[in-house]
């Protein structure tokens, strides 16, 4: 059951060109630091990611838009990024808008085995183009699909050996659904325990979830936007 | 006088009732925590996963883990939670979540709005903003009323992409606070010393006006 790999560059074995990846992250907020550097690093191309957000010009998934290794972004904003915003609109870069509560339950769905479900977010505007509706007590609804990823690469506060995951503060976000909704599941984590060490009653992600997990090192965690009283 | 982005807030804030669960969006939105009245306790939902979100943390004591929606670095109050985006948007599309208020690029007569895309020269992405108003039951919009070259932005058919159809229920602008009714936009109260025919002038759509209309108070 040990689940344990030496560092980004072989958690991210198996990862080829024109795979979909799910990156968890809100901001720059809990992403997975180390596998997007090692990411950058491989040169992989034509990839597809699954991200909230796409960073910021020179950290986070924007290194990989930087090197133009990503095909389709599939994000619910993209504000604050002048490289994505630039690709985007120059039709460089392939990008799916999904309201930001139909992302994560996409995700979600994805990893707990349900393949589509109805929600009311988009109806009336161009998210609904050519999505079945439906009306439930009186309010119309889209059918939305579920999402799943070749990988999904999170980052998590503490990790065990058994890949048990906890996430701190703000920086759960998309983390705890995209990591059940990855083919294989890549855990980075800035504190890596023993099984057994971590209360079984605080944990966010069961094991079961996690197929791959490292230790991580030399965290920026970057602020995207310091503001103070 | 229009009033200031802070006024704007502060009009909001007398929407706010005890015991409300609150979410507020990026801009004006956000300045509503800092007018929250006097004996009134309500609890702020941020959607990237936490509730009790305080103010800005004092200098040198901001943590990257710890953001709101607009990713500011924040506080978490006594009694706050974290949880994760799906959670968060349970909350929001469950209907648990009592005020929802959030910025606008335009909104019709009907109630719809736009607020996130600006085909050819702007795309921010809608984020959580559709997602929040197809499912708040009670959405107030802060917005200016007119663009920066004049042009209402109350009108009878929104011209840019829709972010939702049919959902908005109230608006204060600089100049006035308004209902959406089944009739269309009826004017409630004017900025203090800004005139009927001053907003009607403002106003794309027409505006059911009827008796005196009270200036705001603060």
Known sequence: MNKVVANAREAIEGISDGMTLMVGGFGLSGIPENCIAALAESGLKELTCISNNAGVDDFGLGLLLKKRQIRKMISSYVGENEEFERQLLSGELEVELIPQGTLAERCRAGGAGIPAFFVPAGYGTEVAEGKEIRTFNGKPHLLEHALTADFAIVKAWKGDTHGNLIYRNTANNFNQAMAMAGKITIAEVEELVPAGELDPNQIHTPGIFVQRIFQGKDYEKRIERLTER | ?218
């Open chain 2, 1 to 218: 006088m229009a009033l200031s982005k802070e006024q704007i807030a502060q009009r909001i804030a007398q929407e706010l009732k005890n015991g409300y669960y609150v979410n507020l969006g990026i801009g004006i939105p956000t300045l509503v925590a800092n007018y929250v009245p006097e004996g009134i306790e309500v609890v702020l939902q941020s959607e990237n996963g936490m509730l009790g979100m305080g103010p800005f943390p004092e200098k040198g004591q901001a943590d990257p883990d710890l953001i709101n929606a607009g990713k500011q670095t924040v506080t978490v109050l006594p009694g706050g939670s974290f949880f994760d985006s799906s959670t968060s948007f349970a909350m929001i599309r469950g209907g648990h979540v009592d005020l929802t208020v959030l910025g606008a690029f335009e909104v019709s007569e009907k109630g719809d709005i736009a607020s996130w895309k600006i085909p050819g020269k702007m795309v921010k992405g809608m984020g959580g903003a559709m997602d929040l108003v197809a499912s708040a039951k009670n959405i107030v919009v802060a917005m200016q009323h007119c663009s920066k070259d004049g042009q209402s932005k109350l009108l009878k058919k929104c011209t840019l992409p829709l972010t939702g159809v049919r959902c908005i229920r109230k608006i204060v602008s600089d100049l006035a606070v308004i209902e959406v009714t089944e009739d269309g936009f009826k004017l409630l109260e004017r900025a203090p010393g800004v005139s009927v025919d001053e907003i009607i002038a403002a106003t794309e759509a027409r505006l059911i006006v009827e008796g005196d209309v009270p200036e705001m108070k603060f």
